[in-house]
């Protein structure tokens, strides 16, 4: 994605944590494109080589191997550098229901690791990758930031501890911070393989291979799917954000519109028809509801308008094009 219209000055240098992961490395390549010099931090328990393999032949690309959850590795990746955007995290509800204890470490004593690291090494700005897990029970639709509900995973629980850090350590120690809830982001790099695989490319590889999706649940439930240009977008907007009240707060990062799972289905379908007309009639199967699932999601993006001059430009139709050629081009 091009951000030069933007208007980020190409002379920062920024950090990207996860910088080897889905978002990460799609950060990584459009802040490279935009001039900048990018640092990328990951331990590849998530990440992939090959997301960022062509990004190391740039002069102003550099990947360090270290795990968030030891601060030294965070102390040299924050060594100089202006901007902060960590995505590293283990991600998953289902993961963090198996395995609370690793998803607490990584996500919550890794996160505490880079918000000291960033404030020692004196960064302008912490931008971290936040979650619409956290309104967990709340009832309330849109998702409006200031109203959340209790956690209903281990996952959301630590992204929720997340926001409280970041929180007090803008009050305590003055450095910037900007959260970013993420709804549901899906497009290129997404990796539709592994048990905790999400459900855009997991379908689509289904369906390539000309298999049954299967969906959890009577597909009722939807989501506010959020291409992953969008999010480039706010990330980038969050840098440049120079309002003080745009600042150390939090942002939901979706289109605003919602999908039911069976719609969903049918899109891919259709975006897929063009390449493989038999596509069309796969049959969807359905499993039980998982734990920690919410029904439904669906963002207000208001704040995120206001405050930062947000518009995203691909609701779901045109998301799931672009995705789903990248994934025939790439996958099959």
């Known amino acids: 994605m091009n951000i030069k219209h933007l208007n980020l000055d190409?002379?920062?240098?920024?950090?990207?944590?996860?910088?080897?992961?889905?978002?990460?490395?799609?950060?990584?390549?459009?802040?490279?494109?935009?001039?900048?010099?990018?640092?990328?931090?990951?331990?590849?328990a998530t990440g992939k080589r090959t997301n960022i393999e062509p990004l190391l032949k740039s002069p102003n690309f550099q990947l360090l191997?270290?795990?968030?959850?030891?601060?030294?590795?965070?102390?040299?990746?924050?060594?100089?550098?202006?901007?902060v955007l960590h995505q590293?995290?283990?991600?998953?509800?289902?993961?963090?229901?198996?395995?609370?204890?690793?998803?607490?470490?990584?996500?919550?004593?890794?996160?505490?690791?880079?918000?000291?690291?960033?404030?020692?090494a004196k960064a302008k700005r912490f931008i971290y990758a936040a979650s619409s897990s956290t309104y967990g029970d709340s009832k309330s639709m849109p998702k409006v930031e200031e109203v959340i509900g209790k956690p209903l995973s281990p996952y959301a629980i630590t992204k929720y501890v997340n926001e409280l850090y970041a929180n007090v350590f803008a009050k305590t120690y003055d450095i910037e911070t900007i959260g970013l809830r993420y709804f549901n982001v899906f497009g290129r790099k997404q990796d539709p393989n592994g048990a905790y695989a999400a459900v855009i490319p997991k379908f689509v590889m289904q369906l390539m291979k000309h298999e049954s999706p299967v969906i959890n649940g009577d597909g009722s439930f939807s989501r506010d799917?959020?291409?992953?240009?969008?999010?480039?977008?706010?990330?980038?907007?969050?840098?440049?954000?120079?309002?003080?009240?745009?600042?150390n707060t939090v942002y939901n990062v979706a289109y605003g519109e919602r999908t039911e799972l069976n719609e969903l289905v049918q899109l891919l379908k259709e975006s897929l028809y063009n390449y493989d007309a038999q596509i069309a009639e796969i049959e969807t199967v359905y499993g039980p509801q998982r734990a920690g699932d919410v029904p439904h999601s669906l963002a207000s993006i208001d704040k995120a308008k206001e405050l930062l001059g947000y518009n995203p430009q691909y609701n779901i139709r045109k998301g799931l094009q672009?995705?789903?050629?990248?994934?025939?081009e790439n996958l099959k």
């Open 65 to 83: 191997e270290g795990d968030i959850r030891n601060l030294e590795d965070c102390e040299r990746a924050c060594e100089r550098v202006d901007f």
């Open 10 to 44: 190409s002379s920062l240098k920024i950090l990207v944590t996860g910088g080897a992961g889905f978002i990460g490395s799609n950060l990584c390549e459009a802040l490279l494109e935009n001039g900048n010099s990018v640092k990328c931090l990951d331990n590849f």
């Open 88 to 120: 590293a995290a283990l991600g998953s509800v289902p993961r963090s229901i198996n395995d609370p204890i690793t998803s607490n470490a990584v996500n919550v004593s890794g996160f505490l690791n880079m918000l000291v690291a960033a404030r020692n």
């Open 225 to 247: 799917f959020t291409y992953i240009d969008n999010v480039i977008q706010m990330n980038v907007l969050a840098m440049t954000a120079t309002q003080p009240e745009a600042l």
């Open 322 to 328: 672009e995705a789903v050629a990248w994934y025939w």
